[in-house]
């Protein structure tokens, strides 16, 4: 039994995409009564930018992030950064997002992911906005990129399952940490001993929602609902009662997404 009086927070979720067609709603309205009273729906291309925006336009406790990832650079219209620009004014929009790189699908060369995660780093950085990177088997060239283009920029490893060095040099750079399912896994034993060493105010909770399901539910699919899941496994990690881990975490999304709090 959850205590009525813990609000959580998932920063990372992709409500637009197909696995809630059928039933979007009724997934936004499970995340309140599971006391998610915020969300953060993430773009990855152009349009799934768009969808978070209209998302954040039909629902007061959904908040958009746009951005262009990079699984999904090509065939990118020539004006694509001003287009993200245009979107990136808009009131509910709260970062830029999610950029980086991904060494695992390889969907571009090393040299195009790089020009546009730099592109979009200085974006963010012109308009004031932090940013949410994605980092897939590439954390050796994220951290030269990011202490390069984005040091003492505010910022955000998404669904962080790196070990305690990688974590070292984000924290090193500015960089919260956000967790999400695999932390629940009991072989995720490199990503319990960064939840424990971490600063709790450099810490956030996401489900990456539909996938990384937490236990008990793997194999399912993930939901905004299920990040309390994730928030009552880091606060058993640091032996932290969960009404303050779960104080600690929302004020850090407000810290990190300064337009939440507007």
Request: net charge negative.
């Amino acid at each position: 039994m959850i205590e009525q009086s813990i609000q959580f927070i998932d920063t990372h979720a992709h409500l637009s995409l197909t696995q809630f067609e059928q039933d979007r709603e009724v997934a936004v309205e499970r995340a309140t009564h599971a006391q998610v009273a915020r969300i953060i729906e993430i773009g990855f291309d152009l349009a799934s930018s768009r969808a978070a925006i209209a998302l954040a336009e039909a629902y007061p406790q959904i908040f958009a992030v746009v951005g262009v990832q990079p699984n999904h650079l090509n065939e990118l219209p020539e004006a694509w950064l001003s287009e993200l620009r245009a979107m990136a004014a808009h009131p509910r929009v709260v970062a830029i997002g999610e950029i980086g790189l991904d060494f695992y699908w390889m969907k571009a060369p090393l040299e195009a992911q790089e020009q546009a995660f730099r592109a979009q780093l200085a974006l963010a950085r012109e308009l004031g906005l932090p940013v949410v990177i994605h980092s897939r088997d590439a954390a050796t060239d994220t951290l030269r990129i990011l202490d390069h283009a984005a040091r003492g920029q505010p910022g955000v490893m998404h669904s962080f399952l790196g070990d305690w060095s990688f974590a070292q040099g984000c924290l090193d750079v500015g960089f919260m940490l956000s967790f999400s399912g695999p932390l629940t896994f009991s072989k995720s034993t490199a990503l319990h001993e960064v939840a424990r060493l971490a600063p709790v105010d450099r810490l956030l909770t996401e489900t990456d929602s539909p996938y990384l399901s937490p236990n008990p539910l793997r194999g399912q699919r993930n939901e905004p609902a299920n990040v309390a899941l994730i928030a009552r496994q880091l606060a058993a990690l640091r032996k932290e009662p969960l009404p303050d881990v779960a104080k600690q975490v929302w004020t850090n999304a407000e810290q990190l997404f300064s337009k939440l709090r507007a």
